[in-house]
């Protein structure tokens, strides 16, 4: 696997080509037609930006070579400097330096700036090129430089997309075929199989890792927003970023871009005090905000934490208990954790005020849709007067999901395992009938227990989730899946095994039915339904 160091050394070398090309057509254009300032302006901002990506993963000389372009281009821009031809030549022959330069990165002894040109493109950057002073002869770069290509290419990421698609398709397939050839039982044909999956598989893997960027690309966004919300906040702030490095997959990345900057709107404006506020409360009078990105299996996990007043506990449940989410003499007994779920609902909101940066009505649900979309989970942790941390499960690819498959009434259904937090079996004397649901204590949790063939094929008006006398058998199989902090058990008739799945979506007119998030088919051939855990535990979690 190529280091860190080798892909940024990769990229910048395929952007500095580019740039060289460009700056190549558009210096010949500007030959032709010397008073386009569109053009200067275009020639101005690649060079600015070659000196600047030079400069950031320590390519010097580069740098310093298209500086001293940039401010000759300056010149010409600001009528400072005539576009003359012993200036064109001059010019000319810097870009070409330029090009030896990148396409020498590998070779220092081959690509050493020409002493002369330097020297010249000093005699036009302090514009005495009308002096005295005579403009030298330098060697010529483009006489003896081959063309060449750049090892890598851009591509947009709708391609990879539907790539990542086709890679969907054919896995289905494959494991069709690796069923029908253990039924068959041909060892030619168990061979061929054995190799198609492994084929397919590193397929699979090359192409969601095409897909791939590194959430520093987002990250460095912030040092900027957290700024000018701080000014704007009238608070001092300092962030630090751990993690930049971190892989994933881009579209993730774009989908959860507006929900992490709601979240660091919100740390500033909700969480972090007023530095005269810090100072009384006995911390620095400089807030802090760490964003940290970190891989944990298949999952990528990104935590926003600050050292603030941290949330009211009592203040969100006198507005849950307001709205009416929530009766009083159930919130006072409700755990942190699902207090703080409160947080998630459409609507609930704590801004006291309206600022350019909260208190819009745009809350905390738009956040948490945008993560149950792709498939992730987000958390909160806080602590009254020490701060907030919001943690952000993501998995790694949207396309292919790790599943748990199970049965309910001989059909196939799937979970995705980035909700499921343990499978248990547990004795049906072990289950309580409260109200119309049933109840257990697991692990020392008191949670919500569901008849999954009770709920999906029972008739409405005769559908009994709360008795217990239609589970069949004595030991009930159970997968607790984790939703908004909050857990529920569901019963199934068959446990089977972990599996990567690709989910399909629902066509009309099942795509209206809440509890299914998809369909996948197996490699039997069985169509298998993906459960929607958020829908299925919403519901649940209301009912209770």
């Known amino acids: 696997m190529k280091s860190r160091e080798q892909e940024y050394k990769e990229i910048f070398i395929a952007e500095a080509l580019e740039y060289y090309d460009a700056l190549n057509r558009h210096i010949s254009d500007l030959e032709r037609k010397p008073q386009d300032d569109h053009v200067l302006a275009e020639i101005f901002r690649l060079l600015h930006n070659l000196k600047a990506n030079a400069k950031a993963i320590g390519y010097l000389q580069i740098s310093e070579v298209s500086h001293k372009l940039e401010t000759a281009f300056s010149l010409i821009r600001n009528k400072e400097l005539s576009f003359s031809d012993e200036v064109v030549t001059v010019l000319f022959d810097g870009i070409d330096m330029l090009g030896e330069l990148i396409t020498n990165i590998d070779n220092p002894g081959e690509g050493e700036p020409d002493p002369v040109l330097l020297r010249n493109l000093d005699i036009i950057v302090d514009n005495l090129s009308d002096s005295a002073i005579e403009l030298a002869k330098v060697q010529k770069y483009n006489t003896s430089r081959k063309l060449s290509l750049s090892d890598l290419i851009y591509i947009q990421i709708k391609k990879l997309d539907h790539l990542l698609n086709l890679v969907g398709e054919l896995m289905i397939d494959r494991d069709r075929i690796l069923s029908i050839s253990r039924e068959l039982n041909n060892d030619e044909l168990l061979s061929v199989s054995s190799h198609l999956y492994r084929i397919t598989e590193e397929l699979q893997y090359s192409v969601m890792d095409a897909r791939l960027v590194t959430v520093g690309s987002l990250f460095n966004k912030f040092p900027r927003i957290v700024r000018d919300i701080a000014v704007a906040e009238k608070k001092e702030v300092n962030l630090d970023l751990v993690g930049q490095d971190i892989q994933i997959d881009r579209n993730i990345l774009q989908i959860i871009t507006d929900s992490l900057l709601h979240l660091v709107r919100n740390a500033i ?36 934490a600050d050292d603030g007043k941290g949330i009211d506990l009592k203040q ?27 947080l998630f609902e459409p609507g609930f909101s704590l801004a006291k005020e309206v600022t350019e940066f909260s208190g819009r009505g745009v809350g905390l649900d738009v956040v948490k849709n945008a993560i149950d979309s792709i498939g992730g989970r987000i958390n909160i942790e806080s602590e ?14 949207i396309a292919v999901k790790g599943s748990l498959l199970f049965e309910v009434d001989s059909i196939y259904y799937a979970i995705p395992l980035i909700h499921t937090e343990s499978v248990v079996s547990i004795d049906v004397t072990e289950l309580h009938e409260v109200g119309d649901v049933l109840l257990a204590d697991i692990k020392g949790e008191t949670i919500t227990v569901v008849y999954l063939n009770e709920l999906l094929n029972a008739p409405l008006d005769n559908m009994r989730l709360g008795d217990a006398t239609r589970l069949k058998g004595q030991v009930q199989n159970i997968i607790i899946v984790s939703y908004n902090n909050r857990k529920l058990g569901l019963i199934v008739d068959k446990l089977y095994r972990q599996q990567d799945i690709v989910v399909k979506s629902l066509k009309k007119p099942l795509d209206d039915i809440d509890i299914y998030g998809g369909v996948t088919l197996l490699g039997t051939g069985k169509v298998c339904l993906v459960l929607d855990v958020p829908a299925i535990t919403r519901y649940f979690i209301n009912r209770r």
């Open 316 to 342: 969100v449940k006198r507005a849950a208990v307001d709205r009416k989410m929530v009766p009083a003499d159930v919130a006072d007994n409700l755990p942190q954790v699902e207090l703080l779920s409160f």
């Open 384 to 397: 009254r007067g020490k701060g907030t941390t919001f943690v952000l499960r993501l998995p790694t690819s």
């Open 269 to 304: 404006t909700h969480g972090i005090e007023k530095p005269e506020e810090r100072v009384k409360a006995g911390k620095p009078a400089e807030g802090r905000l760490m964003l940290t990105a970190r891989n944990d299996r298949e999952n990528v996990v990104i935590k926003l």
